[in-house]
T-cell receptor, first 112, second 114 residues
Framework: DQQVKQNSPSLSVQEGRISILNCDYT??????FLWYKKYPAEGPTFLIS?????DKNEDGRFTVFLNKSAKHLSLHIVPSQPGDSAVYFC???????????FGTGTRLKVLA | GAGVSQTPSNKVTEKGKYVELRCDPI?????LYWYRQSLGQGPEFLIY????????DSGLPNDRFFAVRPEGSVSTLKIQRTERGDSAVYLC????????????FGPGTRLLVL
């Protein structure tokens, strides 16, 4: 039972355009969400997070949107750069459980 | 180095053998986590340490898997009687205190069981 789903295994975007990566979850107890970026042969690197009390969090080129009623979050990257090419994982957790539940990842390719 | 380190980076073993995977967390981080990532999947939680004790080991798949953190810093994940299905990347992460905090991941150990 996949509690965190990333339904798009891959995405290609032109440099300078917006990248939108999507994530859906089923567990309404999740109250903290994160995005990680992963390059080959490296561990996941933290990108941005959002608490369920917010619906948007922005950090430079990266913005995460949370729609609790739809159990959906998205990561926007504007403008996209070739160095953003990586696998992006969505993760969720519940207060007090300490463990992250990850999606299966979306491979983003930014074309120069 | 300032980040989480894991050794070895790669491990090839034969079915039935015993393996140990090591994790050095970020200095001062009291919380340590092990995850396993199989091909085409996201990381899956195995175990969480707060200090020296395993606060949550609900993700360990069976009793062949065991982890220790005797001095509250370095941790070792131990797998007995390895099976081909254990082949995966084993990731370690640490955070300052645990709870709703960012977990910082190491590069992982790629385990291949032949």
């Amino acid at each position: 039972d996949q509690q965190v789903k990333q339904n798009s295994p891959s995405l290609s975007v032109q440099e300078g355009r917006i990248s939108i990566l999507n994530c859906d979850y089923t567990n309404s107890m999740f109250d903290y969400f994160l995005w990680y970026k992963k390059y080959p042969a490296e561990g996941p690197t933290f990108l941005i997070s959002i608490s369920s009390i917010k619906d948007k969090n922005e950090d430079g080129r990266f913005t995460v949107f949370l729609n609790k009623s739809a159990k959906h979050l998205s990561l926007h990257i504007v403008p996209s750069q070739p160095g953003d090419s990586a696998v992006y994982f969505c993760a969720a957790s519940t207060s007090g459980t300490y463990k992250y539940i990850f999606g299966t990842g979306t491979r983003l390719k930014v074309l120069a | 180095g300032a980040g989480v380190s894991q050794t070895p980076s790669n491990k090839v073993t034969e079915k039935g053998k015993y393996v140990e995977l090591r994790c050095d967390p970020i200095s001062g981080h009291t919380a340590l986590y092990w995850y396993r990532q199989s091909l085409g999947q996201g990381p899956e939680f195995l175990i969480y340490f707060q200090g020296t004790g395993a606060a949550d080991d609900s993700g360990l798949p069976n009793d062949r898997f065991f982890a220790v953190r005797p001095e509250g810093s370095v941790s070792t994940l131990k797998i007995q009687r390895t099976e081909r299905g254990d082949s995966a990347v084993y990731l370690c992460a640490s955070s300052l205190r645990g709870g709703e905090e960012t977990q910082y991941f190491g590069p992982g150990t790629r385990l291949l069981v032949l």
